[in-house]
T-cell receptor
Framework: DAMVIQNPRYQVTQFGKPVTLSCSQTLNHNVMYWYQQKSSQAPKLLFHYYDKDFNNEADTPDNFQSRRPNTSFCFLDIRSPGLGDAAMYLC??????????????????FGPGTRLTVL | AQSVSQHNHHVILSEAASLELGCNYSYGGTVNLFWYVQYPGQHLQLLLKYFSGDPLVKGIKGFEAEFIKSKFSFNLRKPSVQWSDTAEYFCAVISGGSYIPTFGRGTSLIVHP
């Protein structure tokens, strides 16, 4: 059963044309993350939501935005994609171990990723 | 800030060879440690984790890892690899009161049949 779903799996866009990637989860986890992963590199955290609270990494460009309308869904908006933004974008979820919620382990569950190509 | 080092970037083995992938971290306080695996064309998934207790942790598919606090290490081992172990392996560390992991850059393992 799919637990973290990302759509689309492949996205092709033109330079400067806005794009939105989506992520949904069936785990009821309170934390959702967006990572950028380039070939042979570690996933780079862009931002995350802790419940409704948005947490941006200091080095995430303003070009990247996110929305979390409810617990299950999270979106990544790239306002003006550049060639350097071509990458795999990973969504992940976790349940904070400190929250006292059942099943909280901080283990991250990843989606399959969306591969973004910028022409 | 926490940093995680995986010194072996590319490892090539023959089937039945033994495997050890290194992982070292910098933060000296309380840590939670993870190994994630990414098989070709698949998503990242948990291989094993350490929170507390026995420093020798056993995971799926015959993998194990040992937490050595004095060496700031959490090396991954498997006594006999299989072709199906070909994948990218990532070590990740959560430090102190955080819930966000710091990932190493990954090790690409290729196992020849």
């Amino acid at each position: 059963d799919a637990m973290v779903i990302q759509n689309p799996r492949y996205q092709v866009t033109q330079f400067g044309k806005p794009v939105t990637l989506s992520c949904s989860q069936t785990l009821n986890h309170n934390v959702m993350y967006w990572y950028q992963q380039k070939s042979s590199q570690a996933p780079k955290l862009l931002f995350h939501y802790y419940d409704k609270d948005f947490n941006n990494e200091a080095d995430t460009p303003d070009n990247f935005q996110s929305r979390r309308p409810n617990t299950s869904f999270c979106f990544l908006d790239i306002r003006s994609p550049g060639l350097g933004d071509a990458a795999m974008y990973l969504c992940a979820t976790s349940r904070d171990r400190r929250s006292g919620l059942a099943g909280g382990t901080d283990t991250q569950y990843f989606g399959p990723g969306t591969r973004l190509t910028v022409l | 800030a926490q940093s995680v080092s995986q010194h072996n970037h590319h490892v090539i083995l023959s089937e039945a060879a033994s495997l050890e992938l290194g992982c070292n971290y910098s933060y000296g306080g309380t840590v939670n440690l993870f190994w994630y695996v990414q098989y070709p064309g698949q998503h990242l998934q948990l291989l094993l984790k350490y929170f507390s207790g026995d420093p020798l942790v056993k995971g799926i598919k015959g993998f194990e890892a040992e937490f050595i606090k004095s060496k700031f290490s959490f090396n991954l081992r498997k006594p006999s690899v299989q072709w199906s172990d070909t994948a990218e392996y990532f070590c990740a560390v959560i430090s102190g009161g955080s819930y966000i992991p710091t990932f190493g850059r990954g090790t690409s393992l290729i196992v020849h049949p």
